[in-house]
């Protein structure tokens, strides 16, 4: 056999190394409030048994599995706390029937009940990257029930 043919040496010839990939690895993703790729939905405020509430939870619907007996279920994935409604001065802002919308990377709260104020006209903003409020220009009007 001659010793330039393949497999002369008794070894196989070794394909070429593999290319490396073209594509960047897709970053993690972190599904909090910071990240804007996966849709939540946003609970703000509300009334609970004891009273008007000022907290902000998100919510992405995921379901988890469970393994139950004869069986798996699905759950689904607790709300997350995001934080309190506040005011410029750190003040809590309980409300119920407010809106809630998520643009440009803050959320906005607009109007809703206070049992302090009645019907609300004020809008208020979240950074994505700072739990602080920002008052915004309010409506033209008071309006609670639009969630």
Known sequence: MNP???????KEAQPPPAEPPTEKPVPSVDHG????????????????QYGESA?????????KLKAVKGGVEKVAEDPRRE???????????PRSACAATQCKGRLFLLGGY??????????????????????????????????
């Open 33 to 48: 409030f910071y990240d804007s790729l996966i849709p939540r939905i946003w609970l703000a405020g509300g009334i609970s």
């Open 114 to 147: 206070s049992t302090q104020f009645g019907a609300l006209a004020s809008v208020l903003s979240r950074d994505k990257r700072s739990p602080t409020w920002r008052v915004e220009t309010k409506m033209k009007s008071r309006r609670d029930g639009m969630a």
């Open 55 to 63: 907290s902000v939870m998100s919510w992405s619907g995921e379901a």
């Open 4 to 10: 330039s043919q393949p497999g002369a040496s008794g």
């Open 83 to 93: 934080g309190d409604v506040m005011n410029f001065r750190s003040h809590l802002r």
